[in-house]
């Protein structure tokens, strides 16, 4: 029982580390692996009485990579392009 728990353990980590190398290759290869992506960013304000005011702010551009996981400092495009839209708390 614990051999087959610790053979299961060890084939997840192993097909982990497989796919993240091959991603990384991938990513490493690709003649463009770089994408730019418009992110809104918003204050959200805090105020009296459980009031929230939302003030826009000057939309800033994220770099990403197109990949399964992170590489090179940069998260991956499928996740930055599901999040364009920041909010930055301020009190409260």
């Given at each position: 029982?614990?051999?087959r728990l610790l053979a299961?353990?060890?084939?997840?980590?192993?097909?982990?580390?497989?796919?993240?190398?091959?991603?990384?290759?991938?990513?490493?290869?690709?003649?463009?692996?770089?994408?730019?992506?418009?992110?809104?960013?918003?204050?959200?304000?805090?105020?009296?009485?459980?009031?929230?005011?939302?003030?826009?702010?000057?939309?800033?551009?994220?770099?990403?990579?197109?990949?399964?996981?992170?590489?090179?400092?940069?998260?991956?495009?499928?996740?930055?392009?599901?999040?364009?839209?920041?909010?930055?708390?301020?009190?409260?």
């Amino acid at each position: 029982m614990m051999r087959r728990l610790l053979a299961i353990v060890l084939a997840v980590l192993a097909l982990a580390v497989i796919s993240y190398g091959c991603d990384y290759l991938y990513a490493r290869w690709r003649h463009e692996p770089f994408w730019d992506v418009r992110i809104d960013r918003f204050l959200a304000i805090y105020e009296k009485f459980n009031k929230i005011d939302y003030q826009p702010t000057d939309p800033i551009t994220e770099r990403c990579v197109y990949s399964l996981f992170p590489h090179f400092g940069h998260n991956p495009c499928w996740y930055v392009k599901r999040h364009t839209v920041r909010y930055i708390r301020i009190g409260g």
